[in-house]
């Protein structure tokens, strides 16, 4: 299986900045900021219900609440909404992967290998190639609705929109003057998050920062362990109990959450065909490592707000102590929420979850060590493999003031032009962009006019869980 990597041209810097500057032609800057919904727009509930084909029915309901918090919950959990939409409208032509799904909460603190704490993108269950346009508007977008829940005036977030744009402008500028291994090697991490902070923001915000790194170092295994399990009567340590978000898989009555393909699917054999499959698409020095644990326990677990619905499992692995434990995330992977609507670069693959973990070691400066994937033989369907909340944090946007919110998308915006860096061509990028606010006022322009749209679509779920049309169990 292959993501169909954007081949950049072995030309200069200069011929290839020349060549994305001529794009303008195919696709003028200004032309970013006309959008409106199309004649024929789908109607976002049924976009939404038919991804919902095929997933544990009895969890939508938590999915639809959460995304009725707030027309920023909503924009979350509607990534193939907005896919549909940026469909129609115009781009330069020049390719990336992308994350898919980039709005300003999928970025955040989590631990590289070396156990120091890095901010970058992560999440990348709709990475998919694609226009570069498409994460930027996604991720302008975003700061526009999340500017309006926080009560901002439009015309700050407009500004914030802006902001967004500019900053990834002049970095991917930067990254096309940089060496190849420079831009690969580049990270931000969380000396950088604290020093933008400090240099740029108050004391307040400063310690909010401070204490945003110090709760990402405080979750480690052992207070994940802490937090999940439990040791029993017999000594064992065990997965609690907390339905209907976290059940473990030897819990009576299970039948009731999950249907007989899926009891089958979740066995104690199951299970081990997974688990044994997962070790397989791993290199030999994981494999090595993972064969010090052995399997004790398995859960279904429910988090995120769109994937919600998708089976979720987390395992016990239990080490060579008896205070040795370790947690790893089982998630499904559809197809990207892009797919559909970028024809030109449909790949057939062999396992979505694959597709997961390859964009996500792309555009990730480091990765989870193990990131891995398997298909189920009794659903047919695919899984990625992670570790569970390794000194993961992120910034709440929601008690930003309009300074912090301003400063934390400048971050994201550097990470989402790193990303595209790596997997694009930043110089024919840069060129296309130019040293002038054309790309910057129009993109600022549709994000206000999908903010707009994004109200529009959230009084649609409003009003269909009123109705009766749709279910949604809120705080949950």
Same mark, same amino acid.
């Given at each position: ?59 939508? /309901? ?9 027309? *920023? ?25 992308? &994350? ?27 990475? *998919? ?16 609705? $999340?500017?309006?829940?926080?009560? *901002? ?7 914030? $929109? ?42 307040? #915000? ?10 990402? %170092? ?18 064992? %340590? %065990?997965?609690?109990?907390? /339905? /209907? ?28 065909? $997974? ?25 279904? %677990? ?19 102590? !008896? ?88 971050? &994201?915006?550097? &990470?989402?032009? #790193?990303?595209?860096? #790596? ?16 790309? !910057?006022?129009?993109?600022?322009? *549709? ?9 529009? !679509? ?19």
């Amino acid at each position: 299986m292959s993501l169909n990597i954007p081949q950049i041209q072995v030309q200069t810097r200069k011929e290839r900045y020349k060549m994305g500057k001529s794009l303008r032609q195919k696709a003028s800057r200004s032309s970013h900021g006309d959008w409106r919904p199309a004649a024929d727009r789908s109607n976002p509930l049924d976009l939404l219900q038919a991804q919902d084909e095929g997933r544990l029915q009895h969890l939508l /309901p938590i999915k639809y609440g959460r995304m009725l918090a707030s027309p *920023f919950a909503f924009l979350r959990g509607s990534a193939v909404v907005m896919a549909a939409d940026l469909a129609h409208t115009p781009n330069s032509g020049l390719q990336a992967i992308l &994350c898919g799904d980039a709005h300003l909460a999928n970025f955040g603190l989590f631990a590289s290998p070396e156990r120091r704490l890095v901010y970058d993108l992560n999440d990348f269950d709709e990475a *998919f190639p694609g226009p570069w346009e498409w994460d930027v508007k996604r991720l302008a977008a975003s700061a526009a609705v $999340a500017g309006r829940d926080n009560g *901002f005036k439009d015309k700050t977030n407009r500004g914030l $929109a802006q902001e967004v744009v500019r900053a990834y402008r002049r970095t991917m500028s930067r990254f096309a003057e940089m060496d190849t291994l420079d831009v690969w090697y580049f990270y931000v991490d969380a000396d950088a998050l604290q020093d933008v902070f400090a240099d740029r923001t108050t004391k307040k #915000r400063r310690k909010r920062a401070q204490k945003l790194i110090d709760k990402a %170092r405080s979750k480690t295994q052992a207070q994940t362990l802490a937090k999940l399990t439990y040791i029993d009567h017999d000594g064992r %340590r %065990r997965i609690r109990r907390e /339905p /209907p978000l976290l059940i473990p898989l030897r819990a009576e009555h299970l039948a009731q959450f999950v249907d007989q393909e899926d009891l089958t699917a979740i066995s104690t054999t199951g299970v081990e065909d $997974a688990w044994q499959q997962y070790l397989q698409s791993l290199g030999e020095e994981k494999r090595y490592l993972l064969s010090r644990y052995k399997v004790v326990d398995a859960a279904l %677990r429910v988090g995120g707000v769109g994937s919600v619905g998708t089976r979720c499992m987390i395992v016990l692995l239990q080490g060579g102590a !008896d205070d040795e434990g370790l947690i790893l995330q089982l998630k499904e992977a559809g197809p990207s929420a892009l797919e559909a609507y970028l024809p030109s670069h449909t790949i057939k693959y062999s396992n979505h979850a694959q597709r997961v973990v390859i964009g996500q070691q792309l555009m990730q400066t480091t990765n989870d060590i193990f990131l891995g994937w398997h298909k189920s033989e009794y659903l047919a369907n695919d899984f990625y493999w992670r570790q569970l909340k390794d000194m993961k944090g992120s910034i709440d946007v929601a008690k930003l003031d309009e300074d912090g919110l301003n400063t934390y998308l400048d971050l &994201c915006a550097l &990470c989402l032009a #790193r990303a595209h860096a #790596r997997t694009g061509d930043a110089s024919a990028i840069t060129g296309y962009l130019g040293k002038g606010k054309s790309f !910057d006022s129009a993109v600022a322009n *549709f994000a206000m006019a999908y903010a707009d749209q994004t109200d529009l !679509d959230y009084q649609l779920l409003v009003e269909a869980v009123d109705s009766g049309h749709v279910v949604a169990a809120k705080g949950i």
